[in-house]
């Protein structure tokens, strides 16, 4: 859906001539939480760093962003009674324990301008898992726990500030369930455990050319 919109936005980045292609780099906090009957749900503040590309008009562009971003997940009550059967053996429980995924993310936006400095940005972003650090040693393959893939919706505001500065704020919803034992889940205990993730994420940025 989103490349058929590509031709009309490049359309209305050409016209009146006052089209501009810019490269930048940005760093920033995501702040995650996963909606799932098993984890801790408040938010966690992470690393978010990467780069940017816009090609914006008069009134309207695109965004790509190559993102590196961290998620932090913490086990509530009854995972330790779910998932027991994956521990290391020298746990007898997880309660509490702590998962640190690093992600990489590509959010392809589309921009609209609201005012002189300020751009609406919605689109989807896809995901990746880099890699998985289980910081108390607690599963077997903490890796598996997690979904290699992932597809989010995104909303948020860039603003254009002098100095080639620029700032950003913008929603993540997960789409997928993140849970990669959501099949044992449901056929070893009948629960439907299903892991969505949300994220906040607040950027400044520098804009090289």
């Keep these: 859906m989103l490349i058929c919109l590509l031709p009309p936005v490049w359309a209305g ?7 501009s292609v810019n490269l930048g780099i940005k760093v920033g906090a995501n702040f995650n939480r996963v909606d799932g009957s098993y984890w801790d749900n408040g938010y966690k503040a992470n690393l978010m760093a990467g780069a940017y590309l816009t090609i914006n008009g008069a009134r309207a562009g695109i965004c ?10 913490v086990t ?39 005012f002189s400095r300020v751009w609406l940005q919605v689109g989807p972003q896809f995901t990746g898992t880099l890699s998985v650090k289980d910081n108390e040693n607690l599963m077997r393959d903490a890796k598996a726990f997690f979904r290699t ?3 989010s919706g995104v909303a948020g ?14 929603y993540v ?17 009948n629960v439907k455990d299903t ?15």
């Design 13 to 19: 980045a050409q016209h009146d001539g006052r089209s």
């Design 64 to 73: 790509i962003e190559p993102l590196f971003t961290q998620s932090t997940f």
């Design 76 to 114: 509530g009550k009854g995972f330790n009674d779910l998932y027991s059967d994956f521990y290391n053996t020298a746990k007898d429980t997880i309660t509490k324990g702590t998962f640190r995924v690093n992600y990489y993310n590509v959010p392809v936006l589309l921009n609209l301008k609201l």
């Design 149 to 151: 893939s992932m597809v």
């Design 157 to 170: 505001l860039w603003i254009n500030l002098p100095a080639h500065l620029t700032v950003s704020g913008r």
């Design 173 to 189: 919803m997960g789409f997928n369930n993140i849970n990669g034992n959501a099949d044992y889940a449901e056929q070893t205990h």
């Design 195 to 209: 892991w969505k993730q949300r994220m906040l994420q607040i950027g400044i940025g520098y804009t090289i050319f």
